[in-house]
């Protein structure tokens, strides 16, 4: 269980650790893999270990690896303190992506440590290599390297691609900020992408809508009231084969439990009660608005909704975690419906306190705005906003950590419903 797992990191570091994960894309837009992110700041346990590449090790073997990334490449980046000589016989059995520092130069001594690294079975990543002569002495070890779009110009990355062409390495575009970005990545000949915007795909243009997913923001309207009218749900339920199908298919799940017999649309939505159904309806339409081509943007709204949800309990929110739950939802729809998140909460009958959330308004200590403040900054691994709202809220990384790794389970989850 997640609870025994944080238990262990507390008992090998010490104290909690955040730990969050950023896709990694294809040229199709599709997951490759992804980063697993964490903060190494001079007041970190990390630089004030004993063994800082043991406690590193230690804590993704206690959190489970598989639990951040499933089976999908996991990229870790490892300072000159974490890169130790005993590295290979203290990392997870599961193969990783080791990401070297930048200024880590190709000597004797690291190659052989990287080359015994690929040998355990991990490969390794060169992180914005620019010096032509040290990326050639990098190739023969590494199956990755990565370009800052922010830190280069054209014709370094152009370089940086020759240098390292015609061989095993794969390259990866990252801090990729725009679709003009992106196109011009593809163009250059990377093979990888990375960066927020990729994740945000604009899949619906203006504020053009089909009958079908105009009828699927009606059901929307409803749910996201304060009371839900069950007859008029029921109706447009029954009135959208697919979201009938959808509703069946949910309350037999794993993520549901019920394993009942259903004699209509209005048992089952009865069986679920008005939280559950919220719930449910709020996550199938807006993954039905984005489309296949928003599936990871969809798999972070679950993240955040779910995030958002447990959060609340630990923190004295209680009454107040269902609405984090629907705030976390509804924080892409303004990038999935292409539009602005006013023209979103306009067209949504929300409670004053989430539309204050969801439109970035000023807003008091321990409120729903401080509480997404926090989950924001986690997801976008912006560690010194999401240290200055952990501690406003007075809960600890363990909590924070526990959470954020249930939310992914129960995502990943869902999301393959």
């Given at each position: 269980?997640?609870?025994?797992?944080?238990?262990?990191?507390?008992?090998?570091?010490?104290?909690?650790?955040?730990?969050?994960?950023?896709?990694?894309?294809?040229?199709?837009?599709?997951?490759?893999?992804?980063?697993?992110?964490?903060?190494?700041?001079?007041?970190?346990?990390?630089?004030?270990?004993?063994?800082?590449?043991?406690?590193?090790?230690?804590?993704?073997?206690?959190?489970?690896?598989?639990?951040?990334?499933?089976?999908?490449?996991?990229?870790?980046?490892?300072?000159?303190?974490?890169?130790?000589?005993?590295?290979?016989s203290i990392l997870p059995k599961r193969p990783l992506v080791i990401e070297l520092p930048k200024s880590l130069?190709?000597?004797?001594?690291?190659?052989?440590?990287?080359?015994?690294?690929?040998?355990?079975?991990?490969?390794?990543?060169?992180?914005?290599?620019?010096?032509?002569?040290?990326?050639?002495?990098?190739?023969?070890?590494?199956?990755?390297?990565?370009?800052?779009?922010?830190?280069?110009?054209?014709?370094?990355?152009?370089?940086?691609?020759?240098?390292?062409?015609?061989?095993?390495?794969?390259?990866?575009?990252?801090?990729?900020?725009?679709?003009?970005?992106?196109?011009?990545?593809?163009?250059?000949?990377?093979?990888?992408?990375?960066?927020?915007?990729?994740?945000?795909?604009?899949?619906?243009?203006?504020?053009?809508?089909?009958?079908?997913?105009?009828?699927?923001?009606?059901?929307?309207?409803?749910?996201?009231?304060?009371?839900?009218?069950?007859?008029?749900?029921?109706?447009?339920?029954?009135?959208?084969?697919?979201?009938?199908?959808?509703?069946?298919?949910?309350?037999?799940?794993?993520?549901?439990?019920?394993?009942?017999?259903?004699?209509?649309?209005?048992?089952a939505m009865s069986l679920m009660g008005e939280s559950e159904l919220r719930r449910w309806a709020c996550m199938?339409?807006?993954?039905?608005?984005?489309?296949?081509?928003?599936?990871?943007?969809?798999?972070?709204?679950?993240?955040?909704?779910?995030?958002?949800?447990?959060?609340?309990?630990?923190?004295?929110?209680?009454?107040?975690?269902?609405?984090?739950?629907?705030?976390?939802?509804?924080?892409?729809?303004?990038?999935?419906?292409?539009?602005?998140?006013?023209?979103?909460?306009?067209?949504?009958?929300?409670?004053?306190?989430?539309?204050?959330?969801?439109?970035?308004?000023?807003?008091?200590?321990?409120?729903?705005?401080?509480?997404?403040?926090?989950?924001?900054?986690?997801?976008?691994?912006?560690?010194?906003?999401?240290?200055?709202?952990?501690?406003?809220?007075?809960?600890?990384?363990?909590?924070v950590m526990e959470c954020y790794i249930r939310a992914l389970e129960w995502a990943e989850l869902v999301a393959?419903?």
């Open positions: 269980m997640i609870c025994g797992s944080v238990d262990a990191v507390e008992q090998k570091t010490g104290s909690g650790v955040f730990i969050a994960r950023q896709p990694i894309f294809r040229r199709d837009l599709q997951v490759f893999g992804f980063d697993l992110l964490y903060p190494v700041t001079p007041e970190s346990e990390f630089e004030a270990a004993e063994n800082p590449a043991k406690l590193l090790a230690n804590v993704f073997l206690s959190v489970g690896i598989d639990k951040l990334a499933g089976e999908k490449p996991a990229f870790i980046r490892f300072d000159r303190r974490t890169l130790t000589p005993d590295l290979p130069s190709p000597t004797r001594e690291n190659l052989e440590l990287c080359a015994a690294l690929r040998f355990a079975g991990h490969e390794i990543s060169i992180a914005d290599c620019r010096d032509g002569v040290a990326l050639r002495a990098w190739a023969p070890v590494a199956g990755y390297a990565r370009v800052d779009f922010r830190t280069t110009t054209d014709a370094e990355r152009r370089s940086s691609l020759h240098c390292g062409g015609g061989g095993r390495l794969k390259f990866i575009a990252a801090e990729i900020k725009s679709h003009t970005d992106y196109e011009h990545a593809v163009e250059l000949g990377f093979d990888y992408f990375q960066g927020f915007h990729l994740a945000q795909p604009t899949v619906v243009g203006g504020r053009v809508l089909t009958e079908a997913r105009a009828a699927q923001l009606r059901v929307l309207q409803e749910v996201a009231c304060d009371e839900i009218d069950m007859y008029r749900v029921e109706k447009l339920i029954q009135q959208d084969v697919s979201l009938t199908y959808k509703l069946l298919r949910y309350i037999n799940s794993a993520a549901f439990a019920w394993r009942g017999k259903i004699k209509s649309v209005r048992h199938i339409i807006i993954m039905s608005l984005g489309g296949p081509k928003a599936s990871q943007l969809f798999l972070a709204s679950l993240v955040r909704a779910e995030f958002g949800h447990l959060l609340a309990s630990r923190v004295g929110m209680e009454r107040q975690k269902d609405s984090m739950f629907l705030l976390g939802l509804l924080s892409y729809l303004d990038v999935i419906l292409g539009c602005s998140m006013l023209e979103v909460v306009e067209d949504l009958a929300l409670h004053q306190e989430l539309r204050d959330a969801l439109l970035q308004k000023e807003h008091s200590k321990r409120s729903l705005g401080g509480l997404f403040h926090l989950i924001e900054a986690y997801d976008l691994a912006d560690w010194p906003r999401a240290l200055a709202f952990k501690n406003e809220f007075r809960v600890d990384h363990l909590a393959a419903l």
